[in-house]
């Protein structure tokens, strides 16, 4: 089983609805982030966060909010959504060990806003 | 922020080749990752590397953190080594990782 999970892979939905994005990890690390790439370019930071109650924003944390419901959840949440929004985005996890900032990479979750 | 460049943009190589890409970076960071992103989208770490050489099978890193740019060399490319690679760079003053923009790896059979 993948150790960090995504759901749902693909979405498409129209603007002005609420979406949320999943992210799920089995790895037992502390740190989560979410990312979104797109096409062409590398990764944006949105927000990430260091433990449960750990909360922050990122680069581009305009139009996103998050929810760390445990140790191995974090969501994402797009309240209205708009086309600009359309990308691929990323969970990521990482410890607080040795290396710690080695972060592994959930499947991604395609999202198109019509 | 820091700035994070990576050259070549484009790279297209017969099986069998070597190659070596390279990530410049603005500023002194806390740390240096190396990621391919394969055809389907799926990242995966490297490298983690601060400073110095690592090696790992047909693929190494070298990170020159005083002179502020990393380097990353494939021998004996694959088909399979196809992808984007990026490089991303942890900041001082944040602990965020900023990406460059990648380099895209054709290896053709």
Redesign the interface.
Known sequence: DADVTQTPRNRITKTGKRIMLECSQTKGHDRM?WYRQDP??????IY?SFDVKDINK??ISDGYSVSRQAQAKFSLSLESAIPNQTA?Y?C?TSDSGL?A?????G??T?LTVL | GIQVEQSPPDLILQEGANSTLRCNFSDSVNNLQWFHQNPWGQLINLFYIPSGTKQNGRLSATTVATERYSLLYISSSQTTDSGVYFCAVEQKSNYQLIWGAGTKLIIKP
């Open positions: 982030y062409g370019l590398g990764l944006q930071l990430y990122g680069e691929l990323f990521a290396e900032d080695t972060q592994y990479f499947p991604g395609r």
